[in-house]
């Protein structure tokens, strides 16, 4: 196990390196043009102690670019790099076999690999009833379960794709149909760098100030690999087709306080190039109690296993997904296992009374316990707990995760500190 001095390095190199503040607002080029910087900075130190290998990463992300908007015809032009740097070795960039002298089996996976890339490059017809967005993009859709940017990792997930959103009221419908995914691996990363295919999203309901209903469905179609066995080919495995509802809302209990309640439902089947045969469901319901600065969330989420698939158990996968955000920040459920995955937990997030040396205090604690679908074995139960603030022009963040194992993977300790300025 590593011990705590990259971080305190970490943490001292952000603040200067962040010392220089940036303008805060548009610049006006003239009467019509704006233009945006973009700048997004984040240094992180992880470190990962796993039963049989460890590993520790110190990483410094950066995203420049900048926005230009002409206001008569509403159309604004995007353009956006992003780039990783590490000051060490001591982990895997990968958790598969990558030609790439960053993949180190010998070294637990952490995920933030040193790339170099464009990370958007987008068109935008941007009105109140009307936004077409064409080109590499940004896409986060719900609770981004199915479809998200991964935000989490040092390089996001990106599209490269054309985008239909419009508005009628309480009415809301988008449809989106991409053809590249960029994945969080990075340009290092083949085969898994990025992938072709065909995508369509489409995604629309109803939403009110109180409560949002929503249809959707997600067609993915991943291009054939020559051999089922590459590493590249896991994504044929994951094309699929997604039809569900997502309902939210939300009541408000008087005295500060609030019940709010999320829930989903979807069944997925094989699609397109899939060599496999299956079908499985998918549901969560989470209600949430809001008192003052703290609320309480009780979760169930159950990704279904078909018990009769080709092949053998296949159960409902989420490839698309910011999959940090679901199942425990110890990543231990990137890939739903074959026989599903049930996982029931509890969370209490919210704001720690004013501290002068630590403003804007905020918390994370999560308890998991993670059951498979079929036959209902044990896999194991995690904690989760965070500590965030803001020192402006920074923020601040400290989190920790510990999965025991019972039945799946193995126990896993990940500790993480960081910091991130954005314009």
Known sequence: MTCFR?????????????????????????EQLTLSPIIDARLRWEDVDA???DAHAESLRLRAGAELTHTPSHISFLAEGTGTTHFGSGFSGFSYAAPSDQYRPHRATIADGSAVALNRLQLRYATKPLTVTIGRQRIVLDDQRFVGNGPWRQTEQTFDAARVQTAWG?????????????????????????????FTFVNGGIATKRATLKGFAYLLDYDAAPFLNQ?????????????????????????????ALAGSVAWQSSYGRNPNAYAATYSSIEPALTLGQHT?????????????????????????????????????????????????????????????????????????????DLGGAHYGKEINASLGFSTKPINWLLKFAQYEARGFGLDTRKIWVQAEFVF
């Open 6 to 30: 990259p971080a305190i390095l970490a943490l001292s190199l952000t603040t200067c390196a962040t010392s220089v503040q940036a303008q805060t607002h548009p610049i006006a080029l003239d």
């Open 51 to 53: 039963t049989s290998r």
């Open 170 to 198: 309480p009415l809301q419908l988008e449809a989106t149909h991409a053809i590249r995914q960029n994945t969080v691996n990075g340009g290092d990363g083949a085969p898994r760098a990025h992938l072709r295919g065909d």
């Open 231 to 259: 590493p590249g080919a896991r994504a044929q495995l994951d094309s699929s087709q997604t039809y569900g509802l997502r309902a939210n809302g939300s009541l408000p209990l008087g005295h500060g306080a609030s019940l």
């Open 296 to 372: 309480l969330t009780l979760t169930r989420e159950v990704l279904g296993a078909d018990a009769g698939a080709q092949g053998g158990a296949w159960s409902f996968q989420t490839p698309l997904s910011s999959l940090h955000k679901f199942n425990g920040w110890a990543d231990m459920f990137l890939t739903t296992p074959a026989n599903g995955l049930r996982d029931h937990s509890v969370t209490l997030t919210g704001k720690l009374p004013k501290v002068k040396a630590l403003p804007r205090l905020t918390y994370t604690v999560a308890h998991h316990w993670f059951d498979a």
